[in-house]
């Protein structure tokens, strides 16, 4: 699975970033379940979110979601910070 996301850096100049997660022996299916797996270890450790209905932007870190994969054959790829 690969992320680009094209826009305009704080400066306004053109910026292009990409991120990258690779899955082997069939494990790719998981990957669209790990924020709910993330989110439920992070409710179950004691930290609910706060309640009512909201965005899920920012309930979780990145590491938080990959953590939830640990033990299946999933790996971030690290690509290039920014490509201009």
């Known amino acids: 699975m690969y992320v680009k996301l094209e826009g305009l850096d704080p ?3 053109p910026l292009k970033l ?5 899955a082997g022996d069939n494990h790719g299916p998981y990957i ?4 709910a797996i993330a989110l439920t270890h ?3 450790a004691g930290a609910p979110p ?4 909201m ?3 920012g309930l979780l870190t ?3 979601i990959l953590d939830a994969l ?3 054959r999933v790996r971030e790829v690290a690509p290039p910070t920014s490509l201009r």
């Not at 669209?32 to 924020?35: E, M, V």
């Open 11 to 13: 400066a306004g100049a």
């Open 18 to 22: 990409l991120w990258q997660v690779l």
């Open 32 to 35: 669209p379940c790990a924020p």
């Open 42 to 44: 992070k409710i179950a």
């Open 50 to 53: 706060p309640p009512g209905a």
């Open 55 to 57: 965005p899920c932007m």
């Open 62 to 64: 990145l590491d938080e």
């Open 70 to 72: 640990q033990g299946l």
